[in-house]
Structure formats: C-alpha cells, structure tokens
C-alpha cells in the first residue's frame, strides 16, 4: 500500500476545531483538484476515520482554490479504474455513504464527474454564485460509478438528469437550487462562512439525534414510502425503549424548560 500513497505535499488536509466541526479539503488546486488514486484513498480514509471520531459532530468538505474538483485526474484513468473497485475501505464515495457524521459540500468552480458525484454524496449542499456542476462521463465514454446514474434523477427529477448526463452541459448552482439539489447559492467569498453557519446549527443540537436523524433518513431514502415509513417507527421504538427513566425525565425537563422561557431570537 505505502506505495501508494501521495507525494509528499499534502493534497487532501483534514482539519478538526474544538467546536466539533471538522474540515476536508480537496488542495490540488494548480491541477483544479483532480483525482489520483492515493487521494480517492486518503479521502476515504478522512471520511472513515471522521465518522468514528467522536468529537466530531459534522464535516465540511471543500476544494482549494477556483474549483471544487474536476474529477478523476485522467492521466492516471486506468490506475483509478482499474484499481479494487469492491474495495468500500478505499472508495470514497462508499465512505461518505457510510459516514455517520452530516456532510455539508462547499462547492466552488466546477464539480466534474468524479467532483459531481462526491457533492452527490454530500448530506447538504452550499454553492458559490456561478459554481457549475458536469457530468462528463457520457463524452469521455466512462460508465459511471459512484452513482451518478442513479442519484441525480431521484433528487432533480428524470428528465433533468437525462438531459444532464447526455448532453453532459453544466447544472448551475442557481438551477441546482431550484431543483432542491443545493440548499444555498452565496458569494464566493461568503462560501464556507455559509457552510460553517449550517454546521454550527447542526453542532448545537442533540449529538445522537442528529446521528440518528441523518441515518433514518438517507436508510429511508433507498425504500419505497411504506418500508421506509416502517423504519421510522421500527427506529423510533428502539430508541425509546432504550431509554432510562432517568434519560426521560430529563427530556421533559429540557422541554418544558424550553418552553417557559421567553421565545428567544435563536429558535
């Protein structure tokens, strides 16, 4: 494996702050942060290792310079590929998709292909004004792999992924958000204060909730209504019975708690 591993210049940097928030940036940025296989591995290592670090409560994730990522770095096409495509330790998408921790994409400039399918895998996203979202696969002939054939037509509609994906022309962060794919287009330079914003929020709530919240719903999202529907229920059973007395009464407390106190302007 040592091999493998990435020059020495740090190209994908992981940064925790003691408010729980935890930093991934893409820092390629002279190649617009494309891909080589040891950074498609460090990624996936970032996001594993975050997802079982306990002091973390959300992450944002982010690229260097004019763009978010430009996809697979080409030259290195069949290495990436070719490479152990059953291995989910390595795969950074399947990291991400395991990643019990909320991700917020903070996408700047392009997001191509590889970069598409990464925000994909992202819980919520924050655009900068102008940043562009492609999907080359179609013009480079490249079967797609990380589930950009099936993500985009359940989160933007079919006929909008299809014209996408076939024409391989740019969503715009401005359409993306229309289409509820992006949560917030902002200012470049108001970018990652935006993302930081939504993280804070997140931070500030119920640590196991917010887990089991982002869990129950991406679990739910690959069942039909009824089944998923079911696992709500099915979790919400579990987590009540596996509640003390105690861990109740606190509950109410807190509530009610809430309650008494004059409406304040953070709610």
């Keep these: 494996m ?69 996809g697979v770095d080409l030259t290195a096409a069949e290495d990436v590929f070719k490479g152990d495509v059953k291995d989910m330790e390595t795969d950074t998408v399947a990291q991400m998709e395991r990643c019990r921790k909320p991700i917020i994409g903070a996408i700047n400039g392009f997001a191509v292909t590889a970069g598409f399918e990464i925000a994909l895998a992202c819980d919520i996203i924050v655009a900068a004004k102008g940043a562009k979202f ?59 204060k935006k993302a930081r914003e939504v993280a804070e929020a997140i931070a500030k709530n119920n640590q196991d909730l917010v887990l089991r919240y982002k869990a129950v719903i991406n679990d739910g999202l690959k069942l039909d209504l009824g089944h998923a529907l079911a696992l709500e229920k099915e979790r919400g059973h579990d987590y009540y019975s596996g509640m003390t007395k105690e861990q109740f009464k606190k509950m109410q407390e807190f509530i009610t708690g809430r309650g008494s106190k004059k409406p304040s302007s953070k709610l």
Excluded at 2 to 24: C, D, K, T
Excluded at 37 to 53: C, G, V, Y
């Design 134 to 192: 492609v999907d080359t696969h179609a013009r480079f002939g490249i079967f797609p792999s990380w589930g950009l054939s099936q993500k985009l037509s359940r989160i933007i509609g079919a006929n909008k992924a299809r014209e996408v994906s076939l024409t391989a022309t740019p969503l715009t962060a401005e359409l993306g958000e229309r289409l509820g794919f992006v949560n917030h287009v902002v200012e470049e330079g108001e970018l990652l």
């Design 2 to 70: 040592a091999s493998h591993q990435s020059s020495p210049e740090n190209l994908i940097l992981v940064n925790r702050e003691p408010s729980g928030i935890a930093f991934v940036t893409i820092n390629r940025p002279k190649s617009l942060n494309s891909l080589t296989r040891p950074m498609i591995i460090d990624l996936a290592k970032a996001f594993k290792a975050l997802s079982q670090d306990e002091s973390v409560r959300v992450i944002i994730l982010s690229g260097s310079g004019r763009a978010f990522c430009s």
